[in-house]
């Protein structure tokens, strides 16, 4: 796989920030643990939202794209998104960063 495609690729894109987060603690914030997978510092909440929002496009993105494949295995894949959309249905960036993680399984990691 060429370097262009791994950046084009949306569910390749997807599958290295889920890693990022997955291997983030526990015992962080959503806000602290966001700001770490985006590389940003967590005072800035309007950059932290902005790159958030560009991320849950890219979720959406990448579902889109599964659900047009013409492959056997499509309805597979899609297996993956409910529990990454519920990871990152995150409705207080004050809360553990152990739940959103939670919900996705490493099983759903190699779905991507």
Not at 9 to 18: D, K
Not at 63 to 78: A, G, P
Request: proline residues 4%; positive net charge; contains cysteine.
């Amino acid at each position: 796989m060429s370097k262009q495609t791994k950046l084009t690729n949306p569910a390749r894109r997807l599958l290295y920030f889920i890693r990022k987060a997955k291997g983030l603690k526990k015992t962080l914030t959503a806000k602290v643990a966001l700001a770490n997978i985006f590389e940003l510092q967590h005072e800035d909440q309007a950059e932290l939202f902005s790159k958030f929002s560009v991320f849950l496009k890219l979720i959406e993105d990448t579902e889109r794209r599964i659900t047009n494949l013409d492959h056997n295995d499509k309805d597979k894949f899609m297996k993956c998104m409910s529990p990454i959309k519920r990871a990152f249905k995150i409705p207080n960036l004050d809360s553990s960063w152990n739940n959103p993680m939670s919900q996705i399984t490493d099983s759903d990691i190699a779905l991507l």
